[in-house]
């Protein structure tokens, strides 16, 4: 479907990280005003040619789940052969309520939904390179093979899965922009003040 006034250029992609019930108000691993960014989102694909979504995918013995570790308590670190990872509450099990987009969140410009940390053994937060760092989700040849050459992101959580893909894009040579009025972040033990370092660091822009 092509928007009917598209402001951006058509080598331009908008990515709409995890909007889905559970990073939401009332959601599992919900993010605080998760919700209050949608319509927003809802505005800006209507200026977008291109429009990817990112879906958190997990299956229910994915080891991120702090449930999957005997004693292990919710937002504490464990060790993967990748090395460390924070054990969450469990929370986007394919095929659930929770893993479905909010509800108020416009499905219909989509033309690709990325679904990431579905290996049991590996979580995913960028849209690009699972946690291990080297395992792909194929966004990367997906967008370079439509010529798309800038990315704008928006979503949840902005400290964690948009900060991720962010920082990857930027290292695979995309012109990245993160508006950060359409985020909203979980800022766990000053991660989101680290994650705007990082993305400042790499080139990234923070826009409203
Ligand atoms: C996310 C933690 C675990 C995110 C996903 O979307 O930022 N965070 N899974
Ligand atoms: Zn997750």
Redesign the pocket.
């Known amino acids: 479907m092509r928007p009917a006034d598209p402001a951006q250029p058509a080598d331009a992609a908008l990515i709409v990280?995890?909007v889905q019930n559970d990073?939401c108000p009332g959601g599992a691993?919900a993010v605080a005003e998760g919700d209050q960014i949608i319509n927003q989102i809802n505005g800006l694909m209507g200026q977008f040619q291109n429009v990817v979504f990112t879906q958190?995918w997990h299956p229910s013995d994915h080891l991120?789940f702090a449930d999957n570790h005997q004693g292990a308590a919710p937002f504490t670190l464990t060790e993967m052969p990748y090395g460390p990872q924070v054990l969450?509450p469990r929370?986007?099990v394919i095929g659930s309520k929770g893993a479905d987009f909010h509800p108020d969140l416009n499905e219909g410009p989509a033309q690709m939904v990325i679904r990431k940390?579905f290996r049991t053994g590996i979580?995913s937060?960028s849209a690009f390179f699972e946690n291990d760092r080297s395992t792909v989700t194929g966004l990367d040849g997906y967008l370079k093979a439509r010529g798309i050459t800038s990315v704008t992101l928006v979503g949840?959580?902005l400290d964690?899965?948009?900060a991720y893909s962010a920082l990857d894009a930027a290292a695979l040579g995309y012109k990245v922009t993160v508006l950060e009025s359409a985020c909203r972040a979980?800022d766990l033990n000053g991660s989101l003040a680290e994650a705007r370092d990082k993305m400042r660091a790499a080139g990234v822009t923070l826009g409203g």
Do not use: P
Request: glycine fraction near 6%; include cysteine; aromatic fraction near 22%.
């Open positions: 990280i995890d990073f691993l958190d991120s969450w929370h986007c940390g979580d937060y949840l959580a964690y899965c948009v979980i």
